[in-house]
């Protein structure tokens, strides 16, 4: 089992270029995250969703938009690259509450 | 807003020496409560979990002591060996009406010298 995948590993932007983030999962989760990796701030959750075509807002959701697209697959979109969104963004997958969350490999983006 | 608050930052423990890590948090209908461990250039691995109606669990040398009342939680690091040197976070998770929110602390950088 591949477990969660994310592409692409590395990209640098330019400021104002847009970008798809794309996860996705072959362990059947319901739940699925979108985080950002920061020194010093830990992870902070971007958005989650609970099953296909349903979305919530995490912590840090300005800048960003996602899309359930099926079961599988939790994409998280960049309009309108800022430097204030150079991270490491991580996605996770749990089959539902109070059980592991399994993540992903990380994507480094750097917005110059 | 910090939801969980984590503590230390940083943390330089000798081999054979006990590791703590302190979580804090607000919201009581927070109902899982898992510790994360995470190495350089990888993704954060589930290493122990605990739910509220538990005061301690232990798994080898790792123990989680929770504390309902005070709304605190901490995790053990028992005879701390150098490969256990990494960042760790807690977290906490609830259900919310979009699904189930899993909300982490900053992160405690761990390092275990000989």
């Known amino acids: 089992n591949a477990g969660v995948t994310q592409t692409p590993k590395f990209q640098v932007l330019k400021t104002g270029q847009s970008m798809t983030l794309q996860c996705a999962q072959d362990?059947?989760?319901?739940?699925m995250y979108w985080y950002r990796q920061d020194p010093g701030m830990g992870l902070r959750l971007i958005y989650y969703?609970?099953?296909?075509?349903?979305?919530d807002k995490g912590e840090v959701p300005n800048g960003y938009n996602v899309s359930r697209l099926n079961k599988r697959e939790f994409s998280l979109r960049l309009e309108s690259a800022a430097p204030s969104q150079t991270s490491v963004y991580f996605c996770?997958?749990?089959?539902?509450?109070?059980?592991?969350?399994?993540f992903g490999q990380g994507t480094r983006l750097t917005v110059v | 807003q910090q939801q969980v608050k984590q503590s230390p930052q940083s943390l330089i423990v000798q081999k054979g020496g006990i590791s703590i890590i302190n979580c804090a948090y607000e919201?009581?209908?927070?109902?899982?409560f898992p510790w994360y461990q995470q190495f350089p250039g990888k993704g954060p691995a589930l290493l122990i979990a605990?739910?509220?109606?538990?005061s301690e669990k232990k798994e080898g040398r790792f123990t989680i002591s929770f504390n309902k009342s005070a709304k605190q939680f901490s995790l053990h690091i028992m005879d701390s060996q150098p490969g256990d040197s990494a960042t760790y976070f807690c977290?906490?998770?609830?259900?919310?009406?979009?699904?189930?929110?899993?909300?982490f602390g900053t992160g405690t950088q761990l390092k275990v010298e000989l």
């Open positions: 996770a997958s749990r089959k539902g509450a109070n059980t592991e969350a399994f």
């Open positions: 362990m059947n989760h319901n739940s």
């Open positions: 969703s609970a099953s296909e075509g349903t979305t």
């Open positions: 919201n009581t209908a927070f109902d899982y």
């Open positions: 605990i739910r509220p109606d538990v």
């Open positions: 977290a906490a998770s609830i259900e919310t009406g979009g699904g189930n929110k899993l909300t």
